[in-house]
């Protein structure tokens, strides 16, 4: 059956079952493969996208249940040809490494940022808590998440 719904600004419609499993209609349907499947079980968080803004675990998620939803995912973090904030911190913090995780964690940032502009530390660290890196030690992730927060050379969060 069709299942129509916005994907980074665009309206899509594509056939699929309807317990198919959202992840796989964004990677295999829809070419859209930002998310990454880690775990493939609700644990990791590198699958995360935004459905109406809230951070989901797309590994988890029917795809009928997102019929008529707003579907954000890394693909549609920069606007204009500019990355998002999150992401510009990212690259500045050297906050990634393999990647596997990354388009996790900036959708989950951007989350928190769109909700809470001004995140304590602790906030943040709490925020991106559902997400999982196996690389970085998660400092320089949450370094970038605070300097997206305020001009570089300020006091962070
Ligand atoms: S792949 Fe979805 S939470 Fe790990
Ligand atoms: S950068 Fe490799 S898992 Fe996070």
Known sequence: MP???TLNGRGVSVEATPMARLLDVLREDLRCTGPKEGCGEGECGACTVLVDGRAVNSCLIPVIQVEGATILTVEGLATDGRLHPVQEAFVRCGAAQC????????????ALLDENPHPSREEAREALAGNLCRCTGYQKIIDAVCEAIVPVGTAGC
């Open 3 to 5: 299942v129509n719904f």
């Open 99 to 110: 990647g596997i995780c990354t388009p996790g964690f900036l959708v989950t940032a951007r």
